[in-house]
């Protein structure tokens, strides 16, 4: 069972479910799906990255209480990533991390797409030197704004720019491109690789959960 902790408040339990489902049509694993409170907005500057931590570290014991083999933090700015690691004696996946390394494997050229004012730091240093650059869109401040036709048009302006810009695969680095399915956009009315950070994250989970257990002593 993987265990998913949403970075922001939804009420409805089909939307907290939205990036589980993603993963389970996809990998057909099994998924747990756990929101943070009183943060509506979710994770968009260092403030309320702040306020997530305590919550997604409460909310990663809670699932690993309830029988989750694997965490994963779907927020591509991976808040509290190492502070849940410490926390717990199961596995936990970053969405953005998890975008990045998968990006690396498809090219040395790669621009990110984002809806903050800088790319989030554990993005920037695993692409290093394959870093070309970062763009987002016009308008969008949070992650609620690309539900709109103007944050997907403005989403796909932004990458198109990072197109021109020489990038050859595109780290989406923001969940909220997942929940609007922008990376099959991409590649189809673009032609680049762009690598959507939930299904990363399930294709790393579904990665570990087919690997052998590891020998005691090992």
Known sequence: MLGIIRVITLEEEAAVHLH????ERRFG???MSRCIQDQPLGVFDEETEAQSVPKIIALARELERSGCTAIGISCAADPALEEARAA????????GSCAAHVAMAYSARVGVLTILKEVPPLIRSILREAYVGMDRPDGVRATLDLNTPGGRAGALTAAARLKERGAEAIVLACTGFATIGLAAELEEKLGIRALDPILS???????AASLPEPRRGQ
């Open 20 to 23: 589980g489902a993603l993963i």
């Open 29 to 31: 694993l099994p998924v």
């Open 88 to 95: 717990v004696r199961v596995p936990v996946l970053g969405a």
């Open 201 to 207: 994250l399930g294709a790393m989970a579904a990665s």
